[in-house]
């Protein structure tokens, strides 16, 4: 209250709005949309533009649907036309900067205007309230990756509402982590915030090394795919459930857990889309994720492809009460997929279980796709690795690619995290439907 900001009033219609029938929801999105499409194209070069040259009127968006006839925003096209991409009756004052790592090791910049910032504020604390938080208690982080650091400091700026224990996940080493325990230990946080394997590297540790003692109300996780063999061992060791979601920078939270645990997509701020090969697949097919950003008016978003692929789910009402749909799995990075010689997709979140778990000789292990018929598999090996291990790859290998996909193995000391912080389990240098 005493920051006067519009985010506690946000709060409130947020919640209201989760309560909202699904036709009253995607009535609400759309008139945001037509709004968006409206300012968009008249206060932007970039967007004037974009619909002259693809022969569309901003009257002629007028529903979720017609938006399939706009162009996709990528990454690339943002690093071209971003000074064109910003509204020109938006005071530069009122611009908020992002900055993003990117996937590919390439940094992405763009702008958020203030009022945007302030609807995701009360967004994302409407999330944490799912979780057991509430505004004023302590939270524990395990955090580090700038590419998805926005909701952690727009957290940072109010000490008095959120107080917190913080462990940086660029210095998980021993001692840190020690201390980080004995932190947690005198500080009891309510709830526990971070990145998926982070926050399972941690337990491991705390694990490995008897540690407990920690009790928070929940956990949440965040920013990476959160594999279920990660989540077992968390909630065994705190003793808790653990929320997951999803987000990036440029647009903030995507998706998020509910107590009833699925994932409901954020239909406060954004619309969003699934598509393959640029057309929108069924509900319960995988698709590349596509939003439309809602709230910001400062640098319009209209049909960004975050580069990660996503399902919706085909089932009916939760009973937590959200309309909101769900998202059923994110299955990963656009890039991180493997096709089969006969044209099967697999995604990397599935071969990390479905394969390099049922290795026990194998410490670490990529795989990269050079060739449609051929892979590359780098190892670090372990010390049960033997000759059964290599057995078990080739068999594993039929298995999973059939008997017409080669594979070379490399073996390595280490496999390096991309600038993010963030390790590619699956590199494919093939074009991809998803893309
Ligand atoms: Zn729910």
Known sequence: ??????????????????????????????????????????????????????????????????????????KDAIRANMARMVARNVPTTELVQKKTSGSTGVSLELFVDEASCQWKRGVTIAYDRWSGWDIGERVGAIWGNPECYQNWRMYLRNLLLVRHVYLDTLKMDEPTMRAFHGKLLKKQPVILFGHAHSLFLFTRFMEQRGLAGIHPQGIISTCMVLHDFERQAIERVFGCRVTNRYGCEEVSLIACECPAGQMHLNCDTLMVE??????????????????????????????????DVGRLSVGKDCPCGCSYPVLDALEGRVADYVVTPDGQYISGISLTENFAMQLPGVKQMQIVQEERDRLLFRLVRGEQFSEQTLQDIDRLAQQRFGNRMAYQLEYVDSIQSEDSGKYRFCISRLPNPFS
């Open 1 to 74: 209250m005493k920051e006067r900001s519009p985010y506690l009033r946000n709060l409130k219609m947020v919640e209201q709005m989760h309560r909202w029938p699904r036709e009253r929801v995607r009535a609400y999105q759309e008139e945001r949309l037509r709004a968006l499409v409206r300012h968009a194209t008249e206060q932007t070069d970039y967007y004037r533009d974009l619909f002259a040259a693809a022969g569309i009127t901003p009257e002629q968006i007028y529903t979720q649907d017609d938006l399939q006839r706009v162009p996709f925003l990528t």
């Open 274 to 307: 699934f598509v393959r090969d640029d057309k929108p697949v069924p509900s319960g097919a995988p698709g590349a994720i596509v939003v439309t950003d809602l709230s910001n008016y400062g640098m319009p978003m209209i049909r960004y492809k975050v580069g």
